[in-house]
């Protein structure tokens, strides 16, 4: 005695445990790997260069904040400069003396081994490290009208970090020119 099997309209039987709907074959499944795997990798090259371009950008970010405070310093001890005490070296260093009573003392500004200090009565103070390409720029101009002499018309410092552009502050000392 033979059990009916069920067969499909083109007259196959089918054993009752078969499904009509046969599964994957072996090329399907390392096909649909192979796209995975290639979808996968790209998904990752952009992700990678997503990150990579945020901590670029972070450290550019923190690099300028650095620099900006500074510059900032360096604004606020120049802007009150009195007296030069020596002959500036140029793109080096700047000695000086302030009219404000808060940054009294010898002062000095510096570049040394890539790194920018205020000194103040000797003691060394980093303002930012990892610099290049100091700039320290003292001009000279008739700005009291004396021939004699000329007066410190403004003071240029700046420096490069990393691969950044140069920063730079401009500033003209209130204290130089003589009261009349």
């Not at 499904?19 to 990798?41: A, D, Q």
């Not at 300028?64 to 500036?88: C, G, H, M």
């Not at 003691?123 to 320290?136: F, G, K, M, N």
Request: aromatic fraction near 10%.
């Amino acid at each position: 005695m033979q059990a009916d099997l069920p067969s499909t309209s083109g007259g196959v039987t089918l054993r009752p445990d078969a499904s009509p709907h046969g599964g994957f074959t072996l090329v399907e499944v390392i096909i649909s790997l192979l796209l995975v795997g290639i979808v996968g990798s790209f998904s990752l090259f952009f992700l990678a260069t997503g990150v990579e371009g945020y901590f670029i950008s972070q450290r550019a970010a923190d690099a300028a904040f650095k620099v900006q405070v500074a510059l900032d310093r360096v604004r606020l001890e120049i802007l009150d400069l009195d007296t030069l005490e020596a002959a500036p070296v140029a793109d080096t260093s700047i000695q000086y003396r302030s009219s404000n009573a808060e940054l009294s003392g010898m002062r000095m500004l510096r570049f040394s081994a890539g790194t920018f200090y205020l000194r103040i009565d000797g003691t060394d103070y980093p303002l930012i490290d990892q610099v290049a390409s100091p700039v320290i720029d003292v001009q000279y101009d008739d700005l009291d009208n004396n021939p004699l002499n000329d007066e410190v018309a403004y003071i240029d410092v700046g420096f490069s970090i990393d691969s950044q552009p140069e920063y730079r502050v401009r500033v003209y000392p209130r204290n130089m020119v003589d009261q009349f």
